[in-house]
DNA sequence: ACCTAAGCGAGACGGTACGTCTGGTCTTTCT
DNA sequence: AGAAAGACCAGACGTACCGTCTCGCTTAGGT
């Protein structure tokens, strides 16, 4: 998630750790401000109080710098006990729903996605920051339920690799197409029904 | 879809046709071989034989050109009959990932909906131009679905609305997901697999 | 002094005689208003209340427009009978300093005068329509002057040509620059100082 | 030691004073292949090697720079003791024909003058850069005149300046006028009858 | 207590694209 | 055939950012 060399230098004058706090905390001020297509590393360096090599001696453009700005934003996902599956899900959906509504994230994580369709390497380090990373939601959410008894332990190890994939799909997608495109609320009503759709369908023989 | 003002008008050179379809053409091709962030509408112009000020004279900028050049995508989408619901419904999420999987369509349909998120204007296009416009599918399909008994009719005309628009985002999110983010192929059998899951959610009681 | 075709047509719609006045006044005022550089033929054509296609079938372009807008200002100045030949010098020195003065003579004859350094047609049509036309004065004041016996008849045309063509460079071009440079005003003090000279010149041994 | 030489600390990289050099050479240049009119700023950029906003960063305009880039072309104006106030005069008056034959100058000088028509701060460049730093000839002509014996001390200052400018007037006006509007060449012969004038017109009681 | 290599703020640099404007031309309908 | 309207191509405008490159300093660790 940081920037590109973590191999620590012998000699000369060490980073400021605090440059790169600031650089993150002013992208995220500038895309709430300025959406993406506004924003420009210049204007990140003076919110920053920083110069622009400063800047680009850690990132190498605009979209990593977002990506990693963005997936801060990310880990305060929780999966929090809230007694049966359904309320589970309800409960992490409603976190990504709040999580995508703010303005930073929405612009942010659609423009770099929207870059990642013709660049590999940002696709990867968008997966690796991100979606990856949010992947043990699923994971701990499946255990938990298998250890309520709500859903019986997968065998096939492939198949459950697919169905995670597959649940990840239809839930980021359906959450993001919520926010984003219908740009509706994904409040507690659509949440649930939501999730009663998935669950059924996951569920029913 | 088209440009502002479709009033004709009674006096002066009438704009030319050709050079409209030439430009989302143009569009789409630089779309293809450099992506959303490095078009530039000079270029466009160029390649579709045109000058900058005809292209301004039409579209107030990227973003409503890409939107209008997208959208022609779109509109190839069918319903054909395929004897049951599951397999209407498999045969339009198909080609909806075939349409997707295409760079222009992955790189520009991003690009708008990112730009979207700010321009609530632009949102508004894109809405009415690709994404309302395809809710006919559902509709078709649900209408299909009612005459082959395989579905009671909804009563609520209201609680149909939500259901339509949730069947939107759940579909559209999860092959947008899958194409863009997860960036595997919507093949087949991920279909199948989708297609099950959603059925089975809706209608199990 | 006229656009191109001076050949009057047999057949069609004439063309309105109206138009050339209103466009020719019309460069003026926008020669007041925005000065050379920034007039523009469109402009133009929308103060004259005609289409710009009017305005280039009778002048080739912006430099033959404002020659002949800017020669019917000089038409003006007349050589009028002050008794003696130093009066008569200053007389016509101090019209042609006013009408040097307005605006629209400054800005436009300078600027044609810049872009004949470059363009032969251009310099000559200055000639034709402005310079030369003027030397009439020079002849007639000789005249007057050779009548009233304060000047010998020059015997030699050649040595008159010669001498009429210095006393222009001389006349004009300290006028010209006293207004133009100098920006200082061409008053009466100016003219009798500078007319003292010039006569003294060329009439001691 | 600590004095207080507020020298405004440099800061940030030093602007290159070779791009200075090459700037101004590749406006004369360009005055010289295309003119005033068809000369653009990118060219010149070009022509220098420089980007355009280098260009920018310097100068404010098309206006600014040719008169920066004309005003070099006069300070090669010498006034040589030729033993005469009348060789003087007819050295220096050659002199300033030879540099206004030049394209460059006729095309760049003529131009901004009559720019200058409706901005007074670039008539005041002009003046600073090119006209009032050449009145050191007429003063320094008149000084020797003196010294020789061939003129009387000029007592009244005041109008001891009139007659400087009316001098200035006379002299650039006629060189200007028969070099741009004529459009005959100044050369010795002409010069010797337009200081003969001259020079009686002052002298003569 | 120096030395030295890297980091730092500042800002100029060569580029590229922007969106606008103007110059001339062409096309349409009306006169 | 001329005129008004306005779309058309071409290309310069001046601006904004990009990512790089000097500058003169600062800040450590290694000697």
Redesign the pocket.
């Known amino acids: 998630m940081q920037g590109p060399?973590s191999v620590p230098?012998?000699?000369?004058?060490?980073?400021?750790a605090a440059?790169d706090t600031a650089i993150l905390a002013a992208t995220r001020e500038a895309l709430v401000e300025l959406g993406w297509s506004?924003?420009?590393?210049?204007?990140v360096?003076?919110r920053?109080?920083?110069?622009?090599?400063?800047l680009?001696?850690?990132w190498a453009?605009?979209n990593e710098l977002v990506v990693d700005a963005v997936a801060e934003l990310f880990d305060e996902l929780e999966l929090p006990d809230r007694g049966s599956l359904a309320a589970d899900i309800e409960g992490v959906v409603l976190q990504f729903a709040v999580i995508l509504a703010r303005p930073e994230t929405k612009s942010g994580l659609m423009a770099v996605l929207a870059e990642s369709t013709r660049d590999d390497a940002l696709r990867a380090r968008i997966r690796a920051s991100i979606v990856d990373r949010q992947k043990r939601l699923v994971l701990a959410g499946r255990a938990r339920a298998e250890t309520r008894g709500e859903l019986a332990p997968e065998t096939d190890p492939e198949e459950a690799a697919r169905t995670v994939d597959l649940i990840f799909d239809m839930v980021a997608g359906a959450v993001v197409h919520r926010c984003v495109v219908s740009a509706e609320p994904a409040d507690e009503e659509w949440v649930r029904s939501f999730t009663r759709v998935l669950l059924l369908g996951l569920t029913s023989a």
């Open positions: 060399t230098r012998a000699t000369g004058r060490p980073r400021s440059a506004k924003l420009t590393l210049g204007d360096a003076t920053a109080g920083v110069a622009k090599t400063t680009y001696r850690r453009g605009k």
